[in-house]
């Protein structure tokens, strides 16, 4: 088996986990995994179905606790803090499975999260604004929240982490449910996140062309473990990868 590459210092504001593992009832989900996403960098993290990608950005988002091992945001451990003290330090993310407010208007969920970040009314609302003509939602914006389409609902769920104006953004399948058409659109909004908000980006995604096209660097798990780490490039010619996850698709789709 190729080795897996060594984690990068990449500097003292980054957020890292370190050696992190998680057991449940006996059976290991992760083990001592280190991961590191810089400010402003886009890490893809993939992996077969069950592979742990969920797992670990629970652990860094504090939805869970690991079993072992660390979890830093800059110099600060933040290992056992809860979400939304990491929220207000700078640590948002979004979910595989809406969480939604279903009654509540799309402009009204995103200045939730806002208000919730501190802001006032006003700059609550302000930012929605904002970010729902970034998402092109703008024109549902009085609309409740449940009544959008699938696709919709994730790019509703990016909005609401940005409005926090969060320092690292965590994005567990976002893709997922969007017509291919709209991939190369929902590709922008990702570059966006760090091009116009300065934010480091953990995005977990099926959709491989996608984590190649807009990804600095990829981090791959296999059964709860790191099996590599690297530039697309690198991820691309690594065979173990290839027989863990891609397959075809390593040559053939990217």
Not at 33 to 61: F, Q, R, Y
Not at 68 to 83: A, E, F, N, Q, Y
Not at 178 to 198: K, T
Request: aromatic letters at 4%.
């Amino acid at each position: 088996m190729t080795p897996a590459l060594s984690v990068d210092t990449r500097g003292p504001d980054s957020l890292r986990a370190l050696g992190v593992s998680r057991s449940f009832e006996g059976i290991e989900a992760l083990s001592d995994v280190d991961l590191e996403l810089a400010p402003g960098e886009v890490l893809g993290l993939i992996g077969p179905n069950g592979a742990g990608k969920t797992t670990l950005v629970n652990l860094l988002s504090g939805f869970d606790l690991p079993s072992r091992g660390v979890v830093t945001l800059g110099s600060s451990d933040i290992t056992r803090w809860p979400p939304y003290r990491r929220g207000r330090a700078g640590l948002a993310r979004t979910f595989q499975h809406g969480r939604l407010f279903g009654e509540l208007t799309i402009t009204e969920n995103v200045e939730v999260a806002a208000l919730g970040a501190g802001c006032s009314p006003r700059e609550a609302r302000r930012r929605a604004g904002e970010l729902l003509e970034l998402l092109g939602l703008a024109a549902r914006a009085t609309e409740p929240a449940g009544l959008l389409p699938h696709g919709d609902q994730r790019k509703l769920g990016v909005a609401r982490a940005l409005a926090l104006r969060p320092r690292f953004v965590l994005m567990d399948e976002p893709a997922a449910g969007l017509h291919e058409a709209e991939i190369p659109a929902f590709a922008a909004v990702v570059r966006a996140v760090h091009s116009d908000f300065g934010a480091g980006v953990l995005l977990i995604d099926h959709n491989v062309a996608l984590i190649m096209d807009v990804c600095d660097r990829i981090h791959v798990l296999d059964r709860g473990v790191t099996l590599a780490s690297g530039t697309p490039a690198e991820i691309r010619a690594n065979l173990d990868v290839a027989t863990a996850y891609l397959g075809a698709e390593l040559s053939t789709d990217v």
